[in-house]
């Protein structure tokens, strides 16, 4: 049986003409960060999300739903694959908006276990595009998590969200495709309105421990030797890293600016085309991975144990640089943070979490 009451409270907006928001994967990282910027405007929000283990210890996945508990935010304990509580919880409150960022993240986890990609990324995205497609008009607009990933090895770059997407590297990015394709799908049959973005390598406090500048981090603080990759035409493996504050006002801009549709086959006529957007959010100043490692060794205080290998086909790709110009026009998207005051948000919060102290006075206070 359903919390009902609990989830009425959280979902409902505290300021007037706000939006109600199920967040799916909200005790993820980036789900966090949405949610609490979702509820510190006056949205409602729900979370939910399985706390699977797959990709990293859930114990971070349970600090986080403790911070958004802290906010009033409730995260259920569910799967995104359960149509029966997805119809539920449509019936029982009218959420305007569902922020889907649940998926089965990582690219090279993707070799070890490649169902888990299609369980929460194909099946799952299918469940909930389901469920909000039988929803009692209007049926909730919805903002989902693509990747930068589906520009594969595409050599074009700045990638822009018309260029080809039919090269993707690893079963991550194929599902994340699949994922557009599907959306496609759900816009034009049932008139879904569905909004797609494509974050670029995101980046920040409470962020993923599989991601490089996390496990970077804890090898040089243990003085452990870390890999870095050359790309195989021997230039410098590159990414457009990307701050999750600017990540959070994409998806608030996106959020915004997503209509919920009205109209679905044998529930009326439709009241128009409903929307399908695709946007790539990025920070669009891509930086040399050996450059990341040097800017954690200041911070830290400590100098890394560097190994430079070319890069295996292990579904990672070499270069990512986002052209975010669709977004910075239909919703004012303008990425602000730079690299280095990025990542020395992330040492502050890292050292706290796990109670470091640095050695030195320089990483001290860079830290502090
Ligand atoms: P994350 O792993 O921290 O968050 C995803 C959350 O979804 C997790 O808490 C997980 O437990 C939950 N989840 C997974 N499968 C589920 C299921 N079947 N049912 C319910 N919950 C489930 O990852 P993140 O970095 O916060 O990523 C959020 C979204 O953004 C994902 O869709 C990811 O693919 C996408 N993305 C992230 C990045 C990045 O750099 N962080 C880049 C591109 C795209």
Request: hydrophobic share 40%; proline share 6%; glycine share 8%.
């Amino acid at each position: 049986s359903l919390p009902l009451e609990s989830i009425r409270r959280s979902a409902t907006p505290s300021r007037s003409n706000g939006l109600s928001v199920l967040v799916t994967g909200a005790a993820g990282f980036v789900g966090t960060h949405c949610s609490l910027a979702l509820n510190k405007r006056g949205d409602g929000v729900l979370g939910l999300d399985n706390f699977n283990s797959h990709l990293y210890d859930p114990s971070l996945k349970r600090h986080r739903q403790s911070l958004l508990a802290s906010h009033s935010i409730l995260v259920l304990d569910a799967d995104i694959n359960d149509s029966r509580l997805l119809s539920l919880l449509f019936a029982s409150f009218p959420f305007s908006h569902v922020l889907h960022l649940a998926a089965q993240a990582g690219v090279r986890y993707a070799a070890k276990n490649p169902h888990s990609y299609i369980h929460s990324n194909v099946a799952g995205l299918v469940t909930l595009f389901e469920s909000a497609a039988k929803a009692a008009d209007p049926q909730p607009a919805i903002v989902w998590a693509s990747s930068s990933s589906v520009y594969g090895l595409n050599k074009n770059s700045p990638f822009s969200e018309s260029h080809t997407t039919d090269r993707p590297a690893s079963l991550y990015a194929a599902t994340k495709k699949a994922g557009e394709a599907i959306a496609h799908t759900y816009n034009h049959i049932y008139g879904l309105s569905i909004t797609g973005l494509r974050f670029f390598t995101v980046y920040g406090p409470m962020g993923r421990p599989d991601m490089a500048y996390f496990f970077f981090t804890k090898a040089i603080l243990a003085g452990k030797p870390i890999t870095i990759f050359r790309s195989p035409d021997g230039k410098d493996v590159a990414r457009d890293f990307t701050y999750i504050d600017d990540v959070v006002k994409g998806c608030l801009g996106a959020l915004d600016t997503a209509k919920p549709s009205t109209g679905r086959p044998g529930g009326g006529p439709k009241t128009g085309p409903a929307q399908l957007r695709i946007y790539n959010l990025g920070n669009t100043s891509p930086v040399p991975v050996a450059k990341l490692v040097s800017i954690l060794e200041k911070l830290l205080g400590t100098k890394a144990k560097k190994n430079i290998i070319t890069m295996p086909s292990n579904g990672d790709v070499p270069f990512t640089h986002a052209n975010v110009s669709l977004a910075a026009k239909d919703f004012g998207y303008r990425p602000t943070t730079n690299l280095s005051s990025g990542l020395s948000k992330f040492v502050n919060w890292y050292v706290n979490y796990y109670g470091i102290k640095l050695k030195t006075s320089t990483g001290a206070t860079e830290a502090a």
